[in-house]
C-alpha cells in the first residue's frame, strides 16, 4: 500500500509515496522543519481517510494539535472520527528520578505502540524525534539497539514508520539508524545571503532509485512547497554562463544573474554566431528565451539561421521555452518591416516592453532576453529609448535573469552609448581589423575584463571560437 | 502503611526472572513493602498509565524508576537510598 504524503513532489521523489512495511527517516538540523513536514505527510495521509498514530517524545499532544492550526490544519475532527491519535512517549514522567543501567530492551514502547495502532488500525506512525528519546537514555547505545527492534515490530505490522531525527552540522557520517531504515529524506538548510534556503533530497530510497537532486523545501503559512530543481525559478540562479567555455572562462567563470549584457559591434561583424551559440546554450539548459524581435532579430531569419548550422530547436519551439515578441506583424518581409519601423509610434514601443516584462514575469524560468537595440534608438526619442531600457534593465536584475542587447555602435549617438554603457553590467565589444574579429571585454560586474582576443566563426556548433 | 513496588516484565526478557527473584527476596524482608508483577503483554493499560518505555523497570512507591537490570546489591542499595531518601 502507497501512502500518499500530500505533497506531489515529495511523492514523485520517493517513488509514489510512503509504503506500508517500510521505515523513512526524515533527517535535518534543528528548524530545518522535520517536524512540519511529518506533520504535513499525516494531514496528506488523514486526508485519505488512512489512519495515523502520531508519537511526539518532545512535545504535549495538545500543544500539537495547537501548533498545527497555525498552519491551518485541524486534527481535532479526525481525532473525533477516530483516525488519528497524538501521543506523548518520553523515557519518565516529569520530575520524576530514573537510576538507569545498560541492561534493558524497549518492548514496553513497542507493545503500547501496537496496542493504540490496533485501536485505530493505524496504517502510519510518526515518531518525532528519535534524537531526542536516545538522548533521554543514559546508555545511547543500548537505547538505539533497542529502537532498531521498535523498527522492525512496527514496519511489520503493514504500517509506514515515519522517524525525525535530528543531524548535526558536523555530524557528516550516517548514525545508526539510517542503515535501518529504507528510505532517507534529508532537509539540509544553508545561508545564502542573508536568506535561509532551505533544501531536501532523498539520500537512501530501499527498492527504488533515490533521485539524485536536491529541491528547494519552503515553509509558509500555506504548508510546505518543494520546488524541482530542474525547473528553478530565476530568483535562486546565481550565475549563468554564456555557453562558450572560453568567454565564460574569461569573464571570471559566468555571467551574474541579473546582468544587463552590450554587445557592441560595427555595422560590419555579423553577431548572429555569438547570438545563436548562446540562445542554443539558454535553450539545452531548458532556460525559457525570450526574443525581442525586430528587423535584423527575427523570428524567421532566426529559424532558417538554426537551420543552416544545423541545431535542432524544433521540440523548445513546441514547449513554448522560446518566445518572440514581435513590434511588428510576423508575416511581412524584412524590407517591408525595415519600412514599418519608421512608423513606429513611442506608444508602441511602451506596449512592446509591457509585453516584453509580462512575458518575462509569466513563467519564472524565462530568463534570458535577446534583443538588436539599433532600430529602437533611431525610432525613438533619447530620453524615451533610455527610459525604455533602464525600464528592461531594472526587471531583468528584479528577475534575476540576463540580458543580452546588441548594438551597433557606429549607427548611434556617442551619448547615447556612453548612457547605455553605463547602465550595462558586461559590455562586450566586437571589432573588426584586415579581415580578422577580435571580441574584448570592456567592463564587467564582476571586474574581469580582458584584452582583443581573436574569435574565428564556424559552420556548425558552437559557433564562435576565441583563440588566445 | 502499606507500600507497592511495581515490577514491569515481558516474556521476552531474559534479565527479569533473575530480579524478580531479587525483588522477590527483598519484599520477604521487608513485610510494609508488597510486590506487583506485570507482564507488559498482558496489561497494556497498566503500562500506558505508569508510562513505561524499557523492560525490566521497578517503579518504587514514590514513582521513582529503575530501568535496566542490575544485581541484587545495586537494586538494594538503590532501594535503600530511595526508600530513606525518598
Known amino acids: ?468 | 502503611m502499606e507500600m507497592k513496588l511495581l515490577f514491569f516484565t515481558s516474556p521476552t526478557c531474559s534479565w527479569c526472572p533473575f530480579i524478580e527473584q531479587v525483588l522477590e527476596r527483598i519484599v520477604e524482608e521487608a513485610p510494609h513493602l508488597e510486590l506487583e508483577i506485570i507482564d507488559i503483554t498482558k496489561d497494556i493499560e497498566k503500562a500506558e498509565e505508569m508510562e513505561i518505555v524499557a523492560i525490566p523497570t521497578i517503579v518504587l512507591p514514590n514513582n521513582q524508576r529503575i530501568i535496566g537490570a542490575a544485581d541484587e546489591r545495586f537494586i538494594r542499595e538503590q532501594l535503600d537510598f530511595y526508600l530513606v531518601m525518598g
Do not use: W
Not at chain 1, 191 to 197: D, P, R, S, Y
Open chain 1, 1 to 468: 500500500m502507497n501512502i500518499s504524503t500530500g505533497i506531489k513532489e515529495l511523492d514523485y521523489m520517493i517513488d509514489g509515496g510512503l509504503r506500508t512495511g517500510q521505515c523513512y527517516a526524515i533527517k535535518g538540523t534543528a528548524g530545518a522543519g522535520k517536524t512540519v513536514l511529518s506533520l504535513f505527510m499525516t494531514l496528506g495521509a488523514l486526508k485519505q481517510n488512512i489512519p495515523v498514530l502520531f508519537i511526539s517524545t518532545e512535545v504535549e499532544p495538545s500543544k500539537i494539535i495547537d501548533y498545527v492550526k497555525s498552519f491551518g490544519m485541524d486534527f481535532d475532527d479526525y481525532i473525533k472520527k477516530g483516525l488519528l491519535v497524538v501521543d506523548k512517549i518520553a523515557l519518565k514522567p516529569q520530575g520524576i528520578n530514573v537510576v538507569q543501567t545498560d541492561k534493558f530492551d524497549l518492548s514496553a514502547i513497542i507493545a503500547r505502540t501496537k496496542a493504540k495502532m490496533d485501536a485505530i488500525k493505524a496504517k502510519l506512525v510518526v515518531f518525532d524525534s528519535i534524537s531526542a528519546f536516545i538522548a533521554e537514555f543514559q546508555y545511547e547505545k543500548t537505547a538505539r539497539s533497542g529502537f532498531m527492534d521498535f523498527i522492525r515490530e512496527i514496519t511489520k505490522e503493514d504500517a509506514a514508520l515515519v522517524l525525525t531525527a535530528e543531524s548535526q552540522i558536523s555530524q557528516e557520517h550516517a548514525t545508526l539508524e539510517e542503515f535501518l531504515v529504507d528510505g532517507v529524506i534529508k532537509i539540509r538548510s544553508e545561508l545564502i545571503g542573508n536568506q535561509l534556503v532551505k533544501r531536501i533530497s532523498v539520500p537512501k530510497l530501499r527498492s527504488a532509485q533515490p533521485i539524485s537532486f536536491e529541491n528547494r523545501f519552503i515553509i509558509n503559512k500555506d504548508g510546505i512547497m518543494i520546488l524541482r530543481s530542474e525547473n528553478p525559478p530565476t530568483i535562486y540562479i546565481q550565475e549563468e554562463k554564456t555557453g562558450i567555455a572560453k568567454l565564460d572562462e574569461l569573464l571570471g567563470g559566468g555571467i551574474p544573474a541579473g546582468s544587463v549584457i552590450l554587445i557592441e559591434i560595427d555595422g560590419e561583424t555579423n553577431y548572429f554566431p555569438l547570438f545563436l551559440t548562446t540562445l542554443f546554450h539558454q535553450l539545452k539548459r531548458d532556460k525559457g528565451v525570450i526574443i525581442h524581435s525586430n528587423v535584423h532579430m527575427h523570428s524567421a531569419r532566426i529559424l532558417e539561421e538554426f537551420n543552416r548550422v544545423e541545431c535542432d530547436i524544433t521540440s523548445h519551439l513546441n514547449e513554448g521555452n522560446l518566445v518572440f515578441i514581435d513590434k511588428y506583424n510576423r508575416t511581412v518581409t524584412a524590407v517591408e518591416a525595415r519600412e514599418m519601423s519608421q512608423h513606429i509610434t513611442t506608444d508602441d514601443m511602451i506596449s512592446v516592453t509591457v509585453e516584453l516584462m509580462e512575458a518575462f514575469t509569466r513563467t519564472e524560468q524565462r530568463s534570458v532576453i535577446y534583443g538588436d537595440l539599433t532600430d529602437d534608438v533611431n525610432i525613438l526619442s533619447e530620453t524615451d529609448f533610455l527610459r525604455y531600457f533602464a525600464l528592461q534593465s531594472f526587471n531583468v536584475k528584479e528577475k534575476r535573469g540576463v540580458a543580452y542587447s546588441f548594438i551597433n555602435h557606429n549607427a548611434i549617438s556617442r551619448e547615447i552609448l556612453a548612457r547605455l554603457r553605463t547602465t550595462a553590467d558586461i559590455i562586450i565589444r566586437f571589432s573588426r581589423v584586415n579581415y580578422t574579429n577580435y571580441i574584448e571585454c570592456l567592463k564587467s560586474s564582476t571586474g574581469a575584463t580582458f584584452l582583443p582576443k581573436v574569435v574565428k566563426f564556424r559552420d556548425k556548433y558552437p559557433l564562435v571560437e576565441i583563440i588566445g
